[in-house]
């Protein structure tokens, strides 16, 4: 959209775009309800339920590394949004971690990772990464609390298979953080957006932890 919300700037919608909004909008929410009193004010009700339709039945598989880090991602802030009480359906958390684990397995087998600094695309992996920290996260939240969302039999078993490709994370920061791979174009072409990508997988937790007032 354009800043001022009037029109859009782009005339189609990603695969895990209504995904994305449907989460932002109940964390939008949860956050409003414990910082204000909200009685009588308009709320996010609505595009939270119009979010939901969208994404009902929806597939979310990929093998696009930025999309993996999202899945990843979603799916740490869906579980701490259902540890904390908001409306959402804790059957997602478990959707998205099967859908990134199939396309984990996937993206490991192309090869693309092996290829030299000119042939990759940093923000992609460093997206990958950023997900696989969330992987950790809930992995040690399920292995430090045994009620939690994270802790139940499936989704112990959907983390741990992913703890397995924890290490790719480490290896794409450490590839990234050598400078002659940040010499090259397809870095130089994408400068902004792939440091702001590899400062956030160095230091994740502003960016992964949902810390609601309390």
Same mark, same amino acid.
């Given at each position: 959209? =354009?800043?001022?919300?009037?029109? *859009?700037?782009? *005339? ?5 775009? *209504? ?44 093998? $696009? ?8 991602? $979603? ?8 540890? !904390?009480?908001? *409306? ?11 859908? =990134? ?7 490991? #087998? ?9 042939? #990759?695309?940093a923000f992609r992996e460093l997206g990958l990464a950023i997900g696989l920290h969330a992987v950790? #996260? ?7 609390? =045994? ?37 090259? #174009?397809?870095?130089?072409?994408? !400068? ?8 956030? =997988? ?13």
């Amino acid at each position: 959209m =354009s800043i001022d919300l009037a029109r *859009p700037l782009v *005339p189609s919608m990603g695969q895990h775009d *209504p995904l994305d909004g449907h989460i932002t909008a109940v964390q939008l929410q949860a956050t409003a309800t414990r910082l204000l009193d909200t009685s009588g004010e308009p709320g996010l009700d609505q595009a939270i339920s119009e979010f939901a339709a969208m994404i009902e039945g929806r597939e979310f598989g990929t093998t $696009d590394p930025l999309g993996l880090g999202g899945l990843l991602t $979603d799916a740490y802030r869906v579980g701490q949004l259902v540890h !904390q009480g908001a *409306p959402i359906d804790p059957i997602l958390l478990e959707t998205l971690l099967t859908a =990134s684990l199939t396309g984990l397995q996937h993206y490991v #087998r192309s090869g693309e990772l092996q290829q030299s600094a000119n042939y #990759r695309l940093a923000f992609r992996e460093l997206g990958l990464a950023i997900g696989l920290h969330a992987v950790e #996260r809930m992995w040690q939240t399920a292995e430090s609390h =045994s009620e939690n969302t994270f802790s139940t039999p499936k989704t112990r078993a959907r983390l741990q298979a992913l703890m397995e490709y924890v290490p790719i994370g480490e290896d794409i920061e450490s590839f990234w953080r050598v400078p002659q791979h940040r010499r090259t #174009r397809t870095w130089l072409e994408h !400068q902004d957006i792939n440091e702001v990508m590899l400062a956030t =997988s160095l230091v994740p937790n502003g960016f992964l932890e949902l810390l609601l007032p309390d």
